[in-house]
């Protein structure tokens, strides 16, 4: 169902709404797309987990726009949403009420990664083909255009069809964009990746209750900052947000924030590829402890961070104050070769067990991204790596990810160079699935090691060790028991990645990838019937296990001495050299060897220190 932006807005009161017949009429569609499964159906739910930041910055955005009448007095613009992850586009409807007499319009593809272009590009084909204005953004048309000498058959074929690219953000820049459709006049590429704008002081994210309400928990979401300073080979956001990093000030989180407890919103994700390094961090949460303590609400909060954010003084005690539960943090791997070959150099294996202990002391859930496929990778060696971390990281969630040459990202324009083959289909480029070569492993095997991760990890005998450290931490077991059914449960019998999960799959017969023929009804229905018990009987089974697990570990007494090498606390002057991922590598070891330099340099200032005091 779309939502009209008649309705209560991100600077509070209710907009007028034109009764005037001499107005003229200007529907805007923004469409955050789905992609493809393996069967070529799209992936949607009844309600989806993660919320799209794009759909939402660009419909706060509009409603600015809105607001202010900057289109015209004489124009009526009609704002519309939808979030393909958990709602239905109504394609005919939006022909329609374009194609009427006197309308104007525009369908907006936003936020398009590249597993989502062939499903964008066939929705707006539908589109084009009734003669309607279609424009796409996001990070798949701005990391090529960023990255590449030319562009790639899919954006030019976009092009062919009439289809205008966007390439950049939106502050400052959509009024003129949407003042080009209104007069029909859409420009073929829009491409603002040389210009990338400040957010200060910029109308902030935001998304109507019912909206957010499709989401798993009503989660909303914004983005506190743009930007990355590190250099990831792997990651676009460095070449599509920029290096430079562009902050939100207090002000502004505190008025969107403000503007969702107004629809009962409490819960947010803050989309920031690693808030640590906001300047605004310090601000923003004492802003949002602030406003706990004054509102009495319970805020629950997502943030990403980096490896090193416990260095930063009061940053995970503020963090607590402010209502962050949950924070995802890219460890990506525990083999210094590998991180150094992503040029993930700010990662040091050396912190990783004092890192996560200190989150846990402060009761906050820990992710960690884990990338599989590095080029010393093989699928024993990441067994055995997978082990490790069991054993010796007391990580809560684990998520894994094939390394994936993404456009936009430093590894895919050295691969394009080289002319090394990449699976030219967009739509497996969703880091769970293999897209190129490795010297080490075939295509099946590497795409064999990822799916087993999930398992290795998540066996029963490692979900009852989570557990524990839950209950010895002081914190509740049924919070692994909910993220384990999220997390592996999504893998083990929705077959998607977590990040792409949601509470109960709608699939739809008409809704499937050009190209594939559509089931017949006879063959469709009942096959969808057995899939949706095999399904779900199963999962069912699933979490009343774990949950009675989860029950049972509670309650035993021995639980609440329980003790292992993951929660032993690492001795002041640094780790020891007994853990086994020390021992993996060479590297390794010289990454415990300069980690000891250090302690003994700092150590030694320290004396000296307190010899010139005491003199």
Not at 74 to 93: A, H, M, Q, R
Not at 325 to 331: D, L, Q, Y
Not at 412 to 431: A, F, R, T, V
Not at 512 to 535: C, D, N, Q
Request: aromatic letters at 10%.
């Amino acid at each position: 169902m779309p939502y009209s932006v008649r309705h209560w807005g991100i600077r509070g009161g209710l907009y007028p709404v034109n009764t005037s017949n001499e107005k003229r009429t200007f529907f805007v569609e923004l469409i955050k797309p789905s992609h493809y499964d393996d069967e070529g159906y799209v992936i949607q739910w009844l309600k989806a987990w993660i919320p799209s930041n794009t759909l939402s910055s660009i419909y706060g955005i509009s409603m600015d726009l809105i607001e202010r009448r900057a289109l015209g007095d004489d124009v009526e613009v009609i704002l519309k949403g939808y979030d393909e992850t958990n709602s239905v586009i109504p394609v005919k409807d939006i022909i329609r009420r374009q194609s009427q007499q006197d309308a104007r319009g525009v369908v907006c593809l936003v936020g398009v990664q590249s597993n989502q272009f062939p499903r964008a590009m066939d929705l707006a084909r539908q589109f084009r083909a009734a003669g309607l204005q279609v424009a796409i953004g996001g990070f798949h048309p701005s990391g090529c255009l960023s990255m590449l000498p030319k562009l790639p058959p899919d954006l030019q074929e976009a092009l062919d069809l009439g289809i205008s690219l966007y390439a950049g953000e939106s502050e400052g820049r959509l009024q003129d964009f949407y003042l080009d459709a209104l007069r029909g006049e859409l420009k073929p590429i829009y491409n603002y990746m040389n210009d990338l704008p400040g957010i200060d002081n910029e109308p902030t994210p935001f998304l109507p209750e019912k909206m957010v309400r499709k989401y798993g928990a009503s989660i909303a979401c914004f983005d506190a900052g743009r930007g990355c300073p590190f250099q990831c080979s792997f990651c676009t956001i460095i070449n599509v947000q920029g290096r430079k990093s562009r902050f939100r000030e207090a002000d502004d989180v505190e008025r969107l924030v403000r503007a969702n407890v107004k629809q009962g919103i409490y819960r947010y994700f803050i989309t920031d590829d690693n808030f640590a390094r906001n300047k605004n961090w310090e601000a923003i949460f004492d802003r949002l402890g602030d406003l706990r303590e004054e509102l009495d609400l319970p805020f629950s909060i997502t943030i990403q961070v980096d490896t090193l954010c416990h260095k930063i003084k009061n940053f995970i005690s503020k963090a607590k104050r402010a209502g962050v539960a949950r924070v995802f943090i890219g460890m990506e791997n525990i083999n210094p070769d590998n991180l150094m070959h992503a040029k993930k150099r700010q990662n040091r294996i050396t912190e990783y067990r004092t890192m996560l202990q200190m989150w846990r002391e402060q009761q906050i859930i820990t992710f960690a991204g884990y990338i599989l496929g590095f080029p010393a990778d093989t699928p024993e060696k990441i067994a055995n790596d997978i082990e490790i971390i069991k054993r010796e990281l007391p990580v809560d969630i684990l998520e894994f990810f094939c390394l994936t040459p993404l456009p936009g990202s430093e590894d895919h324009q050295n691969l394009y160079k080289q002319g090394i083959p990449m699976d030219p289909d967009m739509n497996i480029y969703d880091l769970e699935h293999v897209c190129t070569g490795h010297a080490m492993m075939s295509k099946e095997e590497w795409q064999g090691i990822y799916n087993k991760a999930w398992e290795l990890y998540y066996s029963d005998d490692h979900v009852a060790t989570m557990m524990k450290r839950m209950v010895v931490s002081g914190n509740k077991p049924e919070r692994i028991w909910m993220h384990t059914l999220q997390f592996a449960g999504c893998i083990r019998y929705e077959k998607v990645h977590p990040l792409q999960g949601g509470y109960f799959r709608r699939k739809l017969r008409t809704q499937r990838r050009s190209g594939l023929p559509l089931e017949s009804p006879l063959v469709f229905y009942p096959k969808r019937a057995w899939e949706i018990l095999t399904t779900y009987g199963p999962f069912a089974a699933y979490a009343v296990r774990l949950f009675i697990l989860a029950k049972r570990i509670k309650r035993d007494p021995a639980t609440q001495s329980y003790m292992d090498i993951a929660l032993t606390p690492v001795d002041e002057h640094g780790e020891d050299e007994d853990l086994e991922m020390f021992a993996l590598t060479e590297a390794a070891k010289a990454a415990v060897a300069k980690a000891h330099k250090q302690t003994e340099a700092r150590e030694s200032r320290q004396q000296a220190k307190q010899i010139t005091a005491a003199e």
